[in-house]
């Protein structure tokens, strides 16, 4: 089926360093979306993306973060500064879109962020 | 506000039918439920989906959901059971707002299920 990608599969840095993790989505989805997955928890939404704009975002997406997809290449996440409390597993998905049988969403396999 | 419980932590079987209970809360009147089965290497499968405006119960593969809907309950249904069906399974609430536009989703905190050969 369909994949998403993320690029790397783990990342480790030092608090208050920047971090950029990258997501390949499914070629013609036009939605794009990033979760955060603590150890043991359950994936929470952090934000949407469509058409260039961040349509809606959770209160987990602090302002240290920003996403961007410049020309159609790589829908990133930046993190700046990293913070001891971002350390978790971040999921990309993606989605066709509208309505019920275009909602679902495709998720990558995650990047494990590490902030020591 | 929407919420996503999913009762059980754990659950085993051994070879057989699997029924994994789901509770949400939304405010919308249109919602999807789907459910998804992450691998133990982290990646999500998606595996079915409920629209909340279609009564009838929906099927996929081995895969089936028990819609009750005045309750806000959704089960998943998992027959005849392979130990490659091991995992934890997520229910996820998508709401669909007049506008329509493709929201985040909510996640359940997860079952672990354990299919023994």
């Known amino acids: 089926g369909p994949k998403v990608l993320q690029i790397p599969s783990h990342q480790i840095i030092d608090m208050g360093q920047m971090v950029t993790l990258n997501c390949d989505p499914v070629?013609?989805?036009?939605?794009f979306y990033w979760y955060k997955q603590i150890l043991g928890q359950q994936m929470e939404f952090l934000v949407n993306f469509y058409n260039g704009k961040v349509m809606e975002k959770s209160k987990l997406f602090k302002d240290q973060f920003s996403v961007e997809r410049p020309d159609g290449s790589y829908f990133t996440l930046k993190i700046q500064p990293t913070a001891l409390e971002d350390s978790a597993v971040y999921f990309c998905a993606s989605s066709l879109g509208l309505g019920d049988i275009y909602a679902e969403q495709f998720f990558g396999p995650g990047t494990r962020l590490t902030v020591l | 506000a929407q919420r996503v419980t999913q009762v059980q932590s754990t659950g085993s079987s051994q070879w057989g039918e699997v029924t994994l209970d789901c509770s949400y809360e939304?405010?919308?009147?249109?919602?999807?439920i789907l459910w998804y089965r992450q691998l133990f290497s982290g990646e999500m499968v998606f595996l079915i989906y409920q629209p909340s405006f279609d009564t009838q119960n929906q099927r996929s593969g081995h895969y089936s959901v028990v819609f009750q809907k005045s309750f806000k309950s959704i089960s998943l249904v998992i027959s005849a059971s392979q130990p490659e069906d091991s995992g934890t399974y997520f229910c996820?609430?998508?709401?669909?707002?007049?506008?329509?536009?493709?929201?985040?989703?909510?996640f359940g905190l997860g079952t672990r299920v354990s299919v023994f050969p």
């Open positions: 070629s013609n989805h036009l939605y």
């Open positions: 996820a609430l998508s709401e669909l707002p007049r506008n329509n536009y493709a929201q985040g989703l909510t």
């Open positions: 939304t405010s919308e009147y249109s919602y999807l």
